[in-house]
């Protein structure tokens, strides 16, 4: 999850974290070292498929959206129930108040 910003009044109730597609990657081992420090882990809820690109639903907690392009999708043998990893920065995150 992504951590509380130090020296920040405590979390606001309502407050919504949003986050890319094109900022989150997949993987199919827990990834290791790197910065990003957001690791969630699901299987695959459903790919949908947009032109050249894919949007992966992983049914993590909470949901993430991963946009990927084909060739990722088939290289990753992504499919519906397969688990997966997903990662992003916590700088990716965009904080939205109620």
Known sequence: MVPWPEG??????GVLGVLRPAD????????????ARNVFRGPVAAITLEADRARVHVATAPAVVAEV????VSRLRL???????????????RVVLP
């Open 8 to 13: 920040a009044p405590s979390p606001i109730d």
């Open 79 to 93: 499919r519906e129930g397969e688990v997966v990893w997903v990662s992003f920065k916590a700088v990716e995150v």
């Open 24 to 35: 989150v990657a997949i993987h199919l081992a827990k990834p290791e070292g790197g910065s």
């Open 69 to 72: 392009t084909l060739g990722s």
